[in-house]
């Protein structure tokens, strides 16, 4: 199975980008976090910097590094500014929408770069789907406490219910000024879609999602032999 590729940023020539899944091997040299479900978002400026950071979301400007975020049933997101020409990857799983990690990142890509929100564009990648992920109130209360999760939230029985996380980021990223149109979302279950790592679903292991400001072809031409797979 190859990386799948989002509608919307495949519409961009500057970047590479890709979300994984259990036969995906991510890119040679790809910077990766020591993630801990915490809203803290790390600015990148050179691929040596590696596994430094425990956080769960980064961002650079830099051509030729590849940014990427270990998922298995959370929400690997990907963020791109075509006017600044600067990447975003974000890990959320609840703890993450709870703890803001998404606004921080919008918030942080604003800061650092002179983002304009109206220009961001935002890939939702696969993630657990609302009808396979129940959870305590307990879950929602915290949510609940940063973004309103009422049509976000099936209750099932008394003090549980069916979440949909991707609904809910969509709902953080538009309430910062990212432009409906400007999201996407993949909208495939990790763990009743086959070829997905799931915790939910008994597996270890986690899928890697990357994105990547592209070099010049001519010092880099490896690079955009990347496979593409289109999902609407």
């Known amino acids: ?19 994984g899944s259990v036969q995906t091997t991510c890119p040679e040299g790809t910077v990766l976090l020591r993630q801990r479900h915490t809203n803290t978002v790390v600015v990148i400026d050179s691929a040596a910097m590696g596994r430094l950071h425990a956080a769960d979301a980064m961002l650079t400007d830099v051509p030729g590094i590849a940014i990427g975020i270990k998922t298995a049933d959370c929400l690997p997101i990907l963020l791109y500014d075509p006017a600044v020409q600067a990447v975003g990857a974000v890990h959320a799983g609840w703890r993450g929408l709870a703890n803001k990690v998404i606004l921080n990142s919008i918030d942080r890509l604003c800061t650092s770069y002179r983002t304009d929100t109206g220009h961001i564009y935002a890939a939702i990648g696969p993630a657990i789907c609302s009808d396979c992920y129940e959870v305590g109130t307990e879950v929602v209360d915290s ?23 991707a609904a809910i980021a969509m709902k ?13 979302h993949i909208d495939l279950c990790t763990r009743c879609s086959p070829g997905f790592h799931s915790y939910r679903a008994g597996s270890r292991g986690r899928q890697i999602s990357y994105i990547m400001i592209l070099p010049p072809l001519a010092t880099h031409p490896a690079i955009y032999n990347t496979a593409e797979k289109h999902y609407s």
């Open 1 to 19: 199975m190859s990386y799948i590729k989002d509608r919307l940023l495949s519409s961009f020539p500057g970047i590479d980008h890709g979300f």
């Open 143 to 165: 949510i609940g406490a940063v973004t309103e999760v009422k049509d976000a939230f099936r209750p099932t029985s008394p003090g549980k219910g069916f979440l949909d996380t």
């Open 172 to 184: 953080q990223l538009q309430a910062v000024g990212v432009p409906p149109s400007h999201i996407s």
